[in-house]
């Protein structure tokens, strides 16, 4: 059993429909270029009313000072997660200033970038282990893209961490079963469309994770 963040909301019925399902973690895209971004103030509205134990996640892809301020007015986020390419001494940069918990994505593509994993584990307060995008995609994440699971079989790092990249409902009960992962984070694998989540899919998807 693995417990679930759904990434990329934008919609309250959506909201409602993860919230209903188990989730414990909620994404919200903070990065103008995607698919599923929203505002600060769409995120507080969506987040009004969320139960005790649910975790407001705000996604920033290299975000300036600025605009982590602007966000952080406008809505009480509880975690932040870096998804860009941010350094470790950026990471611990960004954990001062916001005063939250800070996640930090890393892409893996092969068995040479486990090792950013034990370097970002030092300023990071969690790991999000996720498929590296393609060369020259206009997205970091969100691109439903898996990476070879078996990399991570045996391994541990300094912080807890989530497993991310191509999850459906289909394929997460064996990554999970695989990896030991103990979260997951989907975005593409519960939409019927780039930036469309589906409270079905939703629904199966945290089923089939948390067992
Ligand atoms: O979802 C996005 O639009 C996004 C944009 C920029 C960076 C990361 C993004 N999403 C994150 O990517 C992973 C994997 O997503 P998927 O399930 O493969 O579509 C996940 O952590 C999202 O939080």
């Known amino acids: ?16 429909a993860a919230v209903a399902a188990g989730a414990r973690y909620l994404g919200f895209v903070f990065f103008p270029k995607s698919p599923r971004a ?4 769409e995120a507080a509205a969506l987040t009004t009313d969320l139960p005790v134990g649910v975790a407001k996640v705000g996604l920033f892809v ?6 982590l301020t602007k966000v952080l007015d406008a809505v009480a986020l509880d975690i932040v997660q870096l998804h860009g390419h941010e350094s470790p001494a950026r990471v611990a940069e960004v954990k001062a ?3 939250l918990p800070v996640m930090k994505a890393v892409g893996i593509s092969g068995p040479e970038d486990l090792v950013l994993l034990t370097e970002y584990g030092v300023a990071a307060d969690l790991l999000l282990v ?3 995008p393609p060369k020259g995609a206009d997205l970091p994440g969100g691109n ?12 541990r790092w300094l912080r807890p961490w989530m497993l991310a990249g191509g999850l459906t409902a289909d394929n997460v009960a064996e990554a999970v079963r695989l990896t030991g992962a103990p979260a997951v984070d989907v975005s593409s694998g519960v939409e019927s469309a780039p930036g469309v989540k589906d409270s079905a899919r939703i629904g199966a998807f945290c089923r089939a994770a948390r067992g």
């Not at 439903?144 to 391994?155: M, N, P, T």
């Open 97 to 99: 200033l916001t005063g």
């Open 144 to 155: 439903g893209l898996a990476f070879d699971w078996r990399l991570l079989v045996g391994r």
């Open 62 to 67: 290299d975000p300036s000072d600025a605009l």
């Open 130 to 132: 996720d498929a590296k």
């Open 1 to 16: 059993m693995a417990e679930v963040k759904i990434c990329g909301l934008r919609e309250p019925a959506h909201v409602t």
């Open 38 to 41: 929203v505002s600060g103030s």
